[in-house]
């Protein structure tokens, strides 16, 4: 079992994770469920492919025989990620995806026990915002004497948003928006805006259900957590989302860069501040989920359910492209 696959390799991500992935020669499988645009990614990529639906238990563990590693890039991750992350344990394959939604959080907290017992690595949003904001939180933290306390921590969405992740963004909005409170999931009120720096100076922001207030909580034991959006461009779309774009162009992503700004106190009552910005969303989650799953090929695996910050360290947003993280001064 030493090789690499990527499923939904043909979606906007998917591509450009298998074209990155080649390009550092981990030597990826393609996979999926539909043979043409398969076979012709492979063939224009010079890449091994297979054909198996996320529906098929059985075909899915003979397609994992020889798999190390598999990257789940296939949204919405609602339908996704339990069958591969099941699949995965079964067949004693490492999981990574680039998951933006609460739910593959829960189910990665509800499969940890099994995935230890299995040996099995569970990375949910190996790439992506999890990834940007775990390393931004990290690095503050170290700022912290003794335990963080709350972490109020916001994301500059900039650009348009990819068709596929309109969809599994409209299948999984959640009508509730919450924030942690005491460790516990709560109601947040979705009027209370707060004001971020991004570096430019306060932004207003608006509360958001992320999936950070799992995966920042499993790697800082934080109690309090609220995670919030500031939204430029055509960033959250309406109408007819199945008319949008694959995604944006080389130009647009090129246009809009992401940003990150996070607060963190400590239980001493010290307040950090902090702010990442890094290359537009959709260029950094394939650099970064091929990334990570380099470093899993390479050993740097922990059973059960992890965090890329917590796996890999607060640097490891940093790796990627020209990310950078610089402190502000209270």
């Keep these: ?25 981990l030597d990826p499988i393609l996979a999926g469920r539909s043979a043409g645009p398969l076979a012709a990614l492979a063939a224009k990529l010079d890449l ?3 054909v198996v639906g996320v529906d098929e238990p059985a075909a899915l563990d003979n397609a994992l025989f020889d798999v190390a590693v598999l990257l789940n890039c296939a949204g919405p991750f609602a339908r996704t990620a339990e069958p591969l992350m099941t699949a995965a344990i079964r ?24 995935a230890i017992d299995a040996g099995v690595l569970l990375l949910p949003g190996s790439g992506g915002s999890v990834a940007m904001l775990g390393s931004l939180a990290a690095h503050a933290a170290r700022r912290i004497d003794g335990d963080v306390e709350s972490i109020r921590i916001a994301l500059h969405v900039a650009g348009s948003m990819s068709r596929g992740s309109a969809i599994s963004a409209a299948e999984n909005l959640t009508v509730r928006t919450l924030r942690r409170l005491g460790g516990r999931l709560v109601d947040q009120d979705p009027q209370q805006s707060r004001d971020f720096d991004f570096g430019s100076g306060p ?11 799992v995966a920042l909580w499993r790697s800082t034991d934080a109690p309090d957590i609220e995670t919030y959006v500031h939204a430029s461009g055509s960033a959250f779309p309406e109408g007819d989302l199945a008319s949008l774009p694959d995604g944006p162009t080389t130009e647009e992503r090129e246009a809009n860069r992401y940003q990150a700004s996070v607060e963190l106190t400590g239980a001493d009552g010290k307040v950090v501040r902090a702010v990442l910005d890094t290359v537009n969303g959709y260029s950094f989650t394939p650099l970064a989920a091929t990334e990570a799953a380099r470093r899993v090929l390479g050993g740097e695996v922990r059973p059960g359910f992890h965090t890329p910050a917590e796996l890999f360290g607060y640097q490891f947003a940093e790796t990627i492209a020209d990310t950078r993280i610089t402190d502000l001064s209270n």
């Design 91 to 114: 067949t004693g394959t490492h999981y990574l995806d680039i998951a933006a939604e609460l739910d593959s959080y829960h189910l990665a907290e509800k499969l940890d026990r099994s």
């Design 203 to 213: 932004t207003v922001s608006h509360p958001i259900t992320m999936p950070d207030l």
């Design 48 to 50: 091994d492919y297979r």
């Design 1 to 25: 079992m030493t090789r690499f696959m990527i499923y939904g390799a043909t979606g906007y991500t998917g591509t450009m994770a298998a074209q990155h992935a080649a390009a550092a020669g």
